[in-house]
């Protein structure tokens, strides 16, 4: 059983960075194409980045469309995601998720094979 795990969340103010990491439990993250989800409270689950298998393709919310920076390093079997200029409006909890059917992503959660616990993450203004 594939297991993900992410870290990196916390407190920060407006207009501050942070980086969130998800470490890949079974050495094959090369085998998937990843994702970052978020889901703030009382609302649903929402697509934030995704990155192919090759990791030359990303596709990204509109809302954090360059502000947030997704990536990847295999062979530390992690996947990042670098948040900037951070706002209030950000604050929830973010998931990892990776897909092992479909090489370039998807934007659906339910396409998503496996998920990590989440990281919150909280905003100030």
């Known amino acids: 059983q594939v297991q993900l795990a992410e870290s990196g969340g916390g407190l920060v103010q407006a207009e501050d960075s942070l980086r969130l990491s998800c470490v890949v439990s079974?050495?094959?993250?090369?085998?998937?194409?990843m994702a970052w989800f978020r889901q703030a409270p009382g609302k649903q689950r929402e697509f934030v980045a995704t990155?192919?298998?090759?990791?030359?393709?990303?596709d990204y919310a509109d809302s954090v469309k360059g502000r947030f920076t997704i990536s990847r390093d295999d062979v530390k079997n992690t996947v990042y995601l670098q948040m900037n200029s951070l706002k209030s409006e950000d604050t929830a909890v973010y998931y990892c998720?990776?897909?092992?059917?479909?090489?370039?992503?998807?934007?659906?959660?339910?396409?998503?094979?496996?998920w990590g616990q989440g990281t919150q993450v909280t905003v100030s203004s």
């Open positions: 998720a990776a897909i092992t059917w479909l090489r370039y992503g998807s934007t659906r959660s339910n396409d998503y094979d496996y």
């Open positions: 079974d050495h094959t993250l090369s085998a998937y194409a």
């Open positions: 990155i192919s298998r090759s990791g030359v393709r990303t």
